[in-house]
């Protein structure tokens, strides 16, 4: 998950689906941009809400179990 300060600009994305097949990065390549980063397998779940009548989204990274291990929530 990368979000470059100073901007509105956050790009979520996830890699494989099996950590067999991940790759492409270095784990330890971690970027100043980076807030989560994780070359694993597993999905992105994403998930829009009201919270106490305020739009509420929700992004998961998800690892191949479906267990969390990154969220972020946006609210307006």
Same mark, same amino acid.
């Given at each position: 998950? %990368?979000?470059? *300060?100073? %901007?509105?600009? #956050?790009?979520?994305?996830?890699?494989?689906?099996?950590?067999?097949?991940?790759?492409? #990065?270095? &784990?330890?390549?971690?970027?100043?941009?980076?807030?989560?980063?994780?070359? *694993?397998?597993?999905?992105?779940?994403?998930?829009?809400?009201? *919270?106490?009548?305020?739009? %509420?989204? %929700?992004? &998961?990274?998800?690892?191949?179990?479906?267990?969390?291990?990154? *969220?972020?929530?946006? &609210?307006?």
């Amino acid at each position: 998950m %990368t979000h470059f *300060k100073g %901007t509105n600009l #956050w790009e979520f994305s996830c890699g494989a689906g099996a950590d067999k097949h991940a790759g492409g #990065w270095s &784990q330890e390549d971690v970027r100043p941009e980076h807030r989560f980063l994780s070359v *694993k397998g597993g999905f992105l779940y994403g998930k829009v809400s009201h *919270k106490n009548g305020m739009p %509420t989204l %929700t992004f &998961q990274h998800r690892d191949v179990d479906g267990n969390v291990v990154h *969220k972020e929530i946006f &609210q307006r």
